[in-house]
């Protein structure tokens, strides 16, 4: 299949469980007439898994299936993308990637409340205080589309959808 690169904006947000890419993407296409994916969903009403991790009690997504399912969707462009994880996404399909970045305290607490406990828990602040889904983010994408975004409050929520809607104009304009 032939690559061809996105006829509309496309973002992808991701971070750390719990930093806020969910609530952000969300209000972002509902702002913006954009198309909001969440790529847990689409994996699920897809069936698009390849196992189950014991360990974290969770299914083990098919990372192929789910670019073969998106792709045509990701080429059409206007999509808001929301994902945990960055790097097996291709390159070409986004003009902005947001890593969401949340105080490791305030992180604790969301990710409790979600019920995450023991080692889920702490491998998920773990994740956050090494920054491995910011670095993962720079090594696999230009790092001038790269944009690192506190999301602590509902004030850095406000701030980050102006932000980003504000690029979204900029881009549409040129």
């Not at 994996?43 to 098919?62: H, R, S, T, V």
């Not at 998920?124 to 491995?132: A, G, K, S």
Request: glycine fraction near 8%.
């Amino acid at each position: 299949m032939a690559e061809s690169l996105p006829r509309g904006p496309n973002i992808l947000i991701t971070g750390t469980p719990g930093t806020g890419k969910t609530t952000l993407g969300q209000e972002l296409a509902g702002r913006n007439n954009l198309k909001y994916i969440n790529i847990g969903e689409v994996a699920k009403e897809n069936d698009l898994f390849e196992g189950f991790d014991e360990e974290y009690q969770c299914p083990l997504m098919d990372e192929d299936r789910v670019i073969d399912e998106l792709e045509d969707t990701m080429v059409e462009g206007g999509n808001i993308v929301d994902y945990h994880g960055c790097e097996f996404f291709p390159e070409r399909w986004f003009h902005l990637v947001i890593v969401l970045r949340t105080d490791n305290s305030i992180l604790y607490e969301r990710l409790e409340k979600r019920g995450y406990s023991g080692k889920k828990l702490q491998d998920n602040v773990q994740c956050e205080i090494f920054r491995t889904i910011l670095d993962e983010a720079l090594e696999s994408y230009k790092e001038n589309i790269v944009q690192e975004l506190k999301s602590n409050t509902p004030e850095d929520m406000e701030e980050n959808l102006e932000k980003i809607s504000t690029w979204l104009n900029q881009l549409n304009a040129s």
